[in-house]
């Protein structure tokens, strides 16, 4: 069991290491974006509750398995084909609070960027020949602060596609388990959970 226990933390671990670092770039981070972010925080809490309600239900079956609580009595082929639903629906949650973290970092990334490209648009539509040492230099500062920014999105990108590939073989793997022991995913597939939210952000 302690196997199919460990959750798939890589990508939440990343993002909000991501996260911190832009945070102490910019004050604005828990503002931008307005409505989008908003919409984030609301999932992130809801990913919370879920979380907490599927820990307690991890628990009780547990215990169920060891013949204890009021569901003891329940079969064991039953208790664990709840237990392993469970861990797939955590894995999921887990995965989903990843992609909307890393969507919160995406949405100030963008933001910081529009607002370089306006700096730079200004800084450009100046004549070079009356432009400060200071003027020049903070220039430059933006074109690489503008190229930072870009290279971090791409590598938020590269960061979600690579784990979208490993939650795929991580499902198979716990399928194929499964299945060897004559149990299957029911309709409640946590991986719904993710094509929910998959759907929705391509919808905004």
């Known amino acids: 069991m302690a196997h199919f226990l460990r959750m798939n933390l890589t990508l939440a671990s990343r993002a909000r290491s991501s996260m911190q670092h832009?945070?102490?770039?910019?004050?604005?981070?828990?503002?931008?974006?307005?409505?989008?972010?908003?919409?984030?925080?609301?999932?992130?809490?809801?990913?919370?509750?879920?979380?907490?309600?599927?820990?307690?239900?991890?628990?009780?079956?547990?215990?169920?398995?060891?013949?204890?609580?009021?569901?003891?009595?329940?079969?064991?082929?039953?208790?664990?084909?709840?237990?392993?639903?469970?861990?797939?629906?955590?894995?999921?949650?887990?995965?989903?609070?990843?992609?909307?973290?890393?969507?919160?970092r995406e949405l100030e990334l963008e933001d910081r960027q529009g607002r370089l490209q306006q700096q730079l648009r200004e800084s450009l539509s100046l004549d070079d020949s009356l432009k400060s040492p200071g003027q020049r230099d903070k220039e430059q500062k933006i074109y690489q602060e503008l190229i930072d920014v870009v290279e971090e999105r791409d590598r938020l990108v590269a960061m979600l596609e690579d784990e979208r590939l490993r939650e795929q073989e991580e499902d198979k793997d716990l399928e194929s388990v499964m299945k060897a022991k004559g149990f299957a995913l029911s309709p409640r597939s946590g991986s719904k959970i993710l094509r929910k939210n998959r759907a929705s952000k391509m919808q905004t």
């Not at 919370?48 to 009595?73: C, F, H, I």
């Open 22 to 104: 832009g945070n102490s770039r910019s004050s604005r981070s828990k503002n931008v974006c307005g409505r989008p972010a908003q919409e984030i925080q609301r999932k992130l809490q809801e990913v919370d509750v879920k979380q907490r309600e599927l820990e307690e239900k991890g628990v009780n079956v547990e215990r169920a398995l060891r013949g204890e609580g009021p569901e003891g009595g329940r079969s064991e082929t039953e208790l664990m084909q709840e237990w392993f639903n469970l861990v797939h629906e955590k894995n999921a949650l887990v995965r989903l609070e990843s992609e909307l973290m890393v969507s919160a």
